[in-house]
């Protein structure tokens, strides 16, 4: 039996895909491809063929109080950016669709797919040595990178670290560096390297990518060794382990909110080993 909430998800999907429509044929492209739709719904994308080549269109929908700021804009922001294989936003329009605002962007489309379906890595990634190798040299090239976007702050910090783990470990980040803000294996492109979804890019503590990435690996052990071998002089730094901490608590209130129950236990498991480690 279909449920209420599941008639209105479905409602909101075929809503959302209207839009993408209504984008992509003012952007002066038809959709050629499935539609994916992000976290919640909030998004969704799909390629769109034009005459001067494929695109990737893209619509993000808010509520006005909400639609504006570095989130909103941090796609078009991330143009700004040198040395990252990422799309280039080369068209964006907006319009209210009350009770929401509609941001539709149109970037240029990268080759390879993503590396997992989900967030949580569940089985091998199809990465190369060489792109292992791509992937440190970029997210280096991108720490050193200017900007006054911020993709997480010391208040911020400070709060959530006090909050799940009292005075155990000291929250006052030493060093900051211009991240992704969201590294996860969803958002990553093989076999060729590609980073997509730039909405939270800005400062972080460093090794916040990498601390992102390795949480979002626990799922596959493998994998997150390998990880933490290719960042280790970042991940094993007092920063490192504030990264990796404030990671955790970030997933972690995900699952409260529904979000992937199963991962937990490993987060829990990590979180204590780092705070174990620390009081030695």
């Keep these: 039996m279909t449920t209420a909430q599941e008639i209105a998800g479905q409602r909101h999907r075929d809503h ?18 499935e539609p994916v739709f ?43 950016i040198s040395g990252v294989p990422r799309p280039e936003v080369v068209e964006v329009t907006e319009w209210d669709d009350p ?13 390879g797919d993503v590396l997992s379906t989900t967030r949580f890595l569940h089985g091998r990634p199809e990465a190369a040595e060489l792109w292992w190798s791509d992937l440190r040299d970029a997210l280096d090239l991108l720490a050193e990178q200017d900007t006054d976007r911020v993709a997480v702050d010391q208040e911020t910090i400070t709060r959530r ?26 958002n990553l492109l093989g076999p060729d390297l590609g980073v997509l979804d730039w909405e939270l890019w800005g400062s972080g503590p460093a090794g916040l990518d990498a601390a992102t990435l390795y949480c979002h690996s626990l799922t ?31 997933l972690l209130l995900r ?4 979000d992937d129950p199963a991962t937990a236990p490993l987060l829990h498991r990590k979180a204590r080993e780092l705070l174990d480690d620390q009081s030695r």
């Design 16 to 33: 959302m895909w209207n839009l993408l429509v209504q984008a992509a044929e003012g952007f002066g492209l038809t959709l050629v491809g």
């Design 38 to 80: 992000g976290w919640r719904d909030r998004t969704v994308g799909a390629p769109g063929r034009g005459p001067h080549g494929d695109l990737w269109v893209r619509v993000t929908t808010e509520f006005p109080a909400w639609a504006h700021g570095r989130t909103w804009t941090g796609n078009s922001d991330a143009d700004a």
């Design 99 to 111: 009770p929401r605002r509609v941001r539709a962007e149109a970037a240029t489309l990268l080759p």
């Design 161 to 186: 670290l006090l909050v799940f783990f009292g005075d155990a470990i000291d929250p006052t980040v030493t060093r900051w560096t211009t991240a992704h803000g969201d590294l996860h294996w969803n």
């Design 220 to 250: 596959h052990p493998e994998t997150a060794e390998r990880v933490r071998r290719v960042f280790a002089d970042l991940l094993d730094t007092p920063d490192g382990v504030r990264a990796q901490l404030f990671v955790i608590t970030r």
């Design 255 to 258: 699952i409260e909110r529904g």
